[in-house]
C-alpha cells in the first residue's frame, strides 16, 4: 500500500545485496521477507494502523525490516537512537503505545498511553503513517516535529543512479531516513557502520567500495586531523556530501586537495522541513542553491525562510513555528549573491561584540589553518563591557603554554581577522569537542 513503489524495486532487486552489516549481506528478496513477516507478527501483537510505536535501534538488519513493516501497517514511528538517554521522557512527550527495543532486544506495551493529540488525529483522519523526529535538545527541551510519511515518500518516486552509501546519520535523524530511503527506492546498497570512528569508517569504504559518503564536516575534519585517508583506498568515492553545521572553509578547501576525484556537496535540511535538493557551486566553494520542486526559498533581513510541502505537520510539545503563510524561519543566517546563498552560521550562535556579529565558523576557519591548533570550538562568553567577548576551546598538536598559543594566535590573525573577531578568552583542552552525532560542541 505505502510502500508498493519500494517493495516492486525489492522484487526487481531480489538478487542484489539491499544491506551490509558486520560483514553480513542481505538481499533485497530476504528484506522483502523479512517485512512481511515482520507485518504479520505486529499486526498478530495487536499492532493496527494510528498506532504510535517507537523503535529503539541504529540502523541495522533488524531495524530496516521492521521500519518497514511499521510504515506499512500505517503506524505512527518513533525513532529513538540508542545514544538517547532519557528514553522514558522521550516516550512521554510522544505518547508510545508500544516500544520495541531492539538494544535491549524487549517489547513493551503502554496500555495507559491514550494520546489523543491534534496532529496525530489528522494522520488517522487521513490514515497515513507517521513519523516522529526530536531535536538533539542541545539548547533546551527536545522538540517532537511529527510529520506525515506518505509526503516524505513522495521524493523517493523517482528515478535515481542505485549506489553504494553508507548509513552514517543515524537513524533517528532525517538525514539518516533520507538515506535509507533513497537506497531502497533505488536498488542501491545501504553499508551500516557499526561504529563511527575515522579509521573504521575508512576501512569501510575501501572494503566495500563504497560510493557516498554522507557525513558532517566535524567528521571531515576528524578524518583529516588523524590523516585517517592516508592508509585506506578510498578511489571509490564518487561523492562526499556533508551536512547539520557550517562547514569551516580552510576544511573544505584541504577536503578539496585531498579528494580531488570525489564530488564535494553540501546538503540541507531539518527536522521540521525535510532533505531539500542543492547544488554546490564547486568542491572548494561554500556557495550553494537550495530549494527544489517542493520548496520555496526566501531571505528576510539576512535570515533563510523556506515553505515545503514535505513540511511537518507540527511540534506535539511547542506551538507551531510556521507564520500564518506557511513560512518557516529557519533561524539561519545567510550571505546572498544571485540565486546564491552561503550560510554563516545558526541566529544562536552569533556572538554580539558591543553590537558587532562575529559568526564562530569563521573564526574557526581561520584558526583551523595554523600548525599549532588541531581543533577548535568558538563560542560567545558573557563580559561587562562589550556584551561579550569571543572564547575559543582548543585542542593543540603538542603541549605547549598558554601564553605562547594566545600570542601566536594574535599574530596570525593580523591581517586575516578583524580585531574584534580574535578570541581573548582562550582554554586549552584534551577533552573531545564533538557531540555523539559528530557536531561540534559550542
Not at 277 to 295: H, Q
Not at 370 to 388: A, F, R, W
Request: aromatic content about 10%.
Amino acid at each position: 500500500m505505502f510502500l508498493d513503489f519500494i517493495f516492486d524495486v525489492f522484487v526487481s532487486h531480489a538478487k542484489d545485496p539491499a544491506i551490509i552489516y558486520n560483514d553480513d549481506s542481505v538481499l533485497y528478496r530476504e528484506l522483502y521477507l523479512d517485512t512481511i513477516q515482520h507485518i504479520i507478527s505486529l499486526r498478530h501483537q495487536g499492532i493496527k494502523e494510528g498506532d504510535i510505536v517507537a523503535l529503539r535501534s541504529d540502523f541495522s538488519t533488524k531495524a530496516i525490516p521492521y521500519l518497514l513493516a511499521l510504515i506499512e501497517i500505517g503506524t505512527i514511528v518513533v525513532p529513538i537512537s540508542p545514544a538517547v538517554k532519557d528514553i522514558e521522557n522521550f516516550y512521554t512527550i510522544a505518547g508510545v503505545q508500544y516500544a520495541i527495543d531492539l538494544v535491549e532486544d524487549t517489547t513493551k506495551s503502554y496500555v495507559s498511553a491514550t494520546y489523543d493529540h491534534k496532529l496525530y488525529t489528522v494522520l488517522r483522519k487521513r490514515k497515513h503513517p507517521g513519523l516522529v523526529l526530536f531535536s538533539s535538545g542541545s539548547t533546551g527541551k527536545p522538540k517532537a516535529a511529527v510529520h506525515d510519511f506518505v509526503y516524505l515518500l513522495k521524493k523517493f518516486k523517482t528515478n535515481k543512479p542505485a549506489l553504494k552509501i553508507l548509513t552514517f546519520l543515524l537513524f533517528d535523524h532525517i538525514g539518516g531516513i533520507n538515506t535509507l530511503f533513497y537506497v531502497l527506492s533505488t536498488g542501491g546498497t545501504a553499508v551500516i557502520p557499526s561504529q563511527r570512528t575515522p579509521d573504521y569508517i575508512c576501512s569501510l569504504i575501501e572494503k566495500h567500495h563504497i560510493e557516498i559518503l554522507p557525513t558532517s564536516p566535524t567528521f571531515l575534519n576528524m578524518i583529516l586531523i588523524g590523516k585517517a585517508y592516508q592508509s585506506y583506498d578510498l578511489s571509490s568515492l564518487k561523492a562526499i556530501t556533508y551536512g547539520t553545521e557550517i562547514m569551516p572553509e580552510s576544511v573544505l578547501q584541504t577536503l578539496s586537495a585531498v579528494f580531488p576525484n570525489a564530488k564535494l556537496k553540501q546538503t540541507y535540511g531539518l527536522s521540521e522541513l525535510g532533505i531539500m535538493r542543492t547544488k554546490s557551486a564547486g568542491n572548494d566553494s561554500l556557495w550553494v542553491k537550495v530549494g527544489g520542486e517542493d520548496y520555496e526559498t526566501k531571505i528576510v533581513n539576512d535570515t533563510l525562510y523556506i515553505k515545503a510541502k514535505s513540511a511537518m505537520l507540527g511540534y506535539l510539545n511547542a506551538p507551531s513555528p510556521f507564520d500564518q503563510d506557511g513560512w518557516f524561519n529557519t533561524q539561519d543566517r545567510v550571505e546572498q549573491n544571485g540565486d546564491w546563498i552561503r550560510f554563516l552560521g545558526r541566529q544562536s550562535d552569533i556572538i554580539n561584540v558591543g553590537g558587532q556579529k562575529v559568526y564562530p565558523a569563521e573564526v574557526e576557519s581561520v584558526l583551523l589553518q595554523m600548525p599549532e591548533i588541531i581543533d577548535i570550538s568558538v563560542y560567545g562568553k558573557s563580559h561587562p563591557l562589550t556584551q561579550m567577548i569571543v572564547a575559543a576551546k582548543i585542542t593543540v598538536e603538542q603541549d605547549m603554554p598558554l601564553s605562547h598559543l594566545k600570542h601566536a594566535i594574535r599574530k596570525f590573525c593580523v591581517g586575516k581577522l578583524e580585531n574584534y573577531k580574535v578570541p581573548v578568552s582562550v582554554t586549552i583542552v584534551n577533552t573531545s569537542q564533538v557531540t555523539d552525532r559528530f557536531k561540534k560542541i559550542r
